[in-house]
């Protein structure tokens, strides 16, 4: 349960249509985060209008806790937060504040994307580094909603991989996407037509291999995420989608 929520947004990096906002103002999502029947904890999702330095932002928040025994044995409380622009799809401030069983972390990163340099300010410690990034670089918050907006699963094949790069900490990073095929969900809601991804991610302390995550996302407009799978160092995990409110489109199940 140490990375709840980072498990979370690194999973759920749907994908959507160029110039066909997938997302908008008022949406949120909540998922189950579970060991088979047992409930570990919740995460969620939300989006709202706002400003940042004269700038017309989507304010996007994310927020995972554990819960019960799970609670006891290692209390897990994140709080990640993301002000994106709404025409150019690019991170302006990206916030973490963590407490992962007395393990706590609180930074906040400016980025401008001008210049290509973040300011990471590390407030635990009182420190600040001007960090170069690629051009266009995405948070970790970010990066589900860029695909979401940007990318065209049209015209994907099984076995097609996307790359882009991300920007966390104060380390640049080479994310990697790869397309499995499309399947019929089971879910809370009903079947609903899915697109399945696997996530790239670093084996070793957290993730039992780099192919540890499978991701089902919604195959419609929303691109929402259904389903996550990861095996873990230690056993396996799941976060399901229970609620969601504000979407966009209309969402689609397949009636029996």
């Not at 990073?173 to 899915?194: A, I, N």
């Not at 991701?215 to 873990?232: C, G, Q, R, T």
Request: charge should be positive.
């Amino acid at each position: 349960m140490k990375k709840l929520l980072i498990l979370l947004l690194l999973c759920t990096l749907g994908t959507g249509v160029a110039q066909n906002k997938a997302y908008e103002d008022g949406e949120w999502f909540k998922f189950r985060v579970h060991y088979g029947f047992v409930t570990a904890g919740y995460a969620t999702l939300g989006v709202d209008n706002a400003f940042l330095n004269g700038k017309e932002v989507y304010h996007i928040k994310g927020e995972g806790r554990t819960i019960g025994m799970s609670k006891w044995f290692f209390p897990v409380e994140d709080y990640y937060q993301s002000y994106v622009d709404k025409k150019k799809d690019i991170p302006y401030r990206f916030i973490r504040k963590i407490d992962e069983g007395g393990h706590t972390k609180d930074i906040q990163i400016d980025f401008n994307h001008d210049t290509n340099k973040a300011l990471v300010y590390n407030k635990k410690h009182n420190e600040k580094d001007l960090v170069s990034f690629p051009k266009n670089a995405q948070d970790m918050v970010s990066s589900f909603y860029y695909l979401r907006n940007n990318l065209d699963v049209r015209n994907l094949k099984e076995g097609d991989t996307v790359d882009m790069d991300m920007f966390f900490d104060k380390e640049n990073y080479k994310f990697r996407l790869k397309f499995l095929g499309r399947e019929t969900l089971k879910t809370t809601f009903g079947k609903v037509q899915c697109l399945i991804f696997r996530p790239y991610v670093q084996a070793g302390r957290v993730f039992k291999e780099k192919e540890s995550l499978t991701v089902w996302v919604s195959d419609d407009e929303n691109k929402m995420p259904m389903l996550i799978k990861a095996d873990l160092a230690v056993g396996s995990l799941k976060a399901t989608l229970i609620q969601f409110k504000g979407l966009k489109h209309p969402f689609k199940i397949i009636a029996d």
